[in-house]
């Protein structure tokens, strides 16, 4: 299947909560240290939005008064 957010909060709920063990503990541990920790999640995040080739423009700043 496709890795998308729901796999990234799942990490987290794991890591953070105790919540049950994700489907498959081994694709969990995104860094492959053994442990599954909120740092995989942000691994995880940041390939998920990497995947979309198009890129947010952030905007304009707000102006300093």
Known sequence: GEVG???VLAILLHALY???VPSCLAAA?????GV???????IL???VFQAFPEQV????PFPCE
């Open 29 to 33: 541990d995104v860094d492959s240290d």
């Open 57 to 60: 423009s952030p905007g304009e």
């Open 18 to 20: 105790c919540e049950p």
């Open 5 to 7: 957010l729901a796999d």
């Open 45 to 47: 995040l940041r390939r």
């Open 36 to 42: 599954v920790t909120p740092l995989d999640a942000a």
